[in-house]
């Protein structure tokens, strides 16, 4: 089957199921699909989710891309050194006796003032210090699969996986025209279509991310008192 494109698509539940008064709606199955997709997909990424997001910033904190699912590592760079920082997990970062207890044996004070930390809430990713000076970042990390629209009429998934769109979305027509059979039988085409989808990409990141109760000390000091760095 030639690859698929938001075109194609279309034209594809026209010609499977001999009718065009859904052309509307196609749309909408579409994002259904992909709603789908990113769900399933965030439990269990694969490569061709992996992006680098970089920017330059002098600031303690920064945005996250919208399309943002998990971190592989976050890399800074000052133009002479660059390094990986560590990942905290935010509910360890608030909790005062994970700084008395579990973490104590891995406190480490660095001659600088540069972040060797990170953690993420929300849309958000914060550093354990303020950058002296404006820093170089590369957060290599997993994002939503590129949403499909009339000017934006492919991605990774149409480009080599097609079918999943093709089952998925005709699974959501069905759905709409209450003919059920075709759709049980279209849901569990775009099931296996799915495992093939990711058994295609077995190779995993290597993990760089040291646990929470790993991580090294934080630049500046925890102050246990009021939850904050000194």
Not at 57 to 62: E, M, R, V
Not at 181 to 208: C, H, W
Request: hydrophobic share 35%; net charge negative; with cysteine.
């Amino acid at each position: 089957m030639a690859a698929l494109n938001y075109t194609t698509i279309i034209s594809m539940v026209q010609r499977r199921l001999n009718r065009t008064d859904l052309d509307d709606y196609v749309p909408d199955y579409i994002t259904r699909v992909e709603e789908e997709l990113n769900a399933r997909l965030a439990n269990e990424p694969i490569r061709p989710m992996e992006s680098i997001y970089t920017l330059s910033t002098s600031d303690a904190s920064f945005a996250i891309p919208d399309d943002y699912i998990d971190a592989i590592k976050l890399q800074a760079s000052d133009g002479t050194e660059t390094w990986t920082l560590s990942r905290l997990d935010p509910d360890d970062v608030n909790e005062k006796d994970f700084y008395k207890t579990r973490a104590l044996s891995y406190r480490i004070e660095y001659n600088t003032t540069d972040p060797q930390q990170y953690w993420i809430i929300g849309s958000n990713l914060y550093l354990s210090a303020t950058p002296a000076s404006s820093l170089d970042f590369s957060l290599y990390c997993y994002r939503k699969i590129p949403a499909l629209t009339s000017s934006n009429t492919t991605n990774w998934v149409t480009e080599s996986h097609g079918n999943v769109y093709e089952f998925g979305v005709l699974a959501h027509a069905c759905k709409d025209i209450r003919d059920d059979d075709y759709m049980q039988t279209n849901i569990a085409l775009f099931d296996a279509a799915v495992e093939r989808m990711i058994s295609a990409y077995p190779e995993k990141v290597p993990g760089t991310e040291l646990r929470a109760t790993d991580a090294p000390w934080a630049l500046r000091r925890w102050n246990i008192n009021d939850g904050g760095f000194a």
